[in-house]
């Protein structure tokens, strides 16, 4: 079960370092679509998107530092940039 675990969270900390660095494909479709959406969505929209996800992908960083405890802390050097960047 430990090496499962450990084999998902390598997963999810991609995702979540792609969300940080605004890389994800729900971040980059909304500005590679701008110019065929003109007008549905407004600077706003996306900025508060990009809040409400950011925000939930630094809950899950809080979770996983929860869970691993000890063992996080070098995966806490790969989110503290980004997420400094945030605070």
């Given at each position: 079960?430990d090496?499962?675990?450990?084999?998902d969270?390598?997963?999810?900390?991609?995702?979540?370092?792609?969300?940080f660095?605004?890389?994800?494909?729900?971040?980059?479709?909304?500005?590679?679509?701008?110019?065929?959406?003109?007008?549905?969505?407004?600077?706003?929209?996306?900025?508060?998107?990009?809040?409400?996800?950011i925000?939930?992908?630094?809950?899950?960083?809080?979770?996983?530092?929860?869970?691993?405890?000890?063992?996080?802390?070098?995966?806490?050097?790969?989110f503290?940039?980004?997420?400094?960047?945030?605070?």
């Amino acid at each position: 079960v430990d090496v499962i675990a450990a084999i998902d969270a390598e997963d999810i900390s991609k995702h979540l370092l792609e969300i940080f660095e605004k890389k994800a494909l729900c971040q980059t479709a909304d500005l590679e679509d701008e110019d065929d959406r003109a007008g549905e969505e407004d600077e706003d929209e996306l900025a508060e998107h990009d809040s409400l996800l950011i925000g939930a992908a630094a809950d899950c960083v809080a979770e996983f530092a929860e869970v691993f405890a000890d063992a996080f802390e070098p995966i806490m050097d790969t989110f503290l940039p980004h997420i400094a960047g945030y605070a």
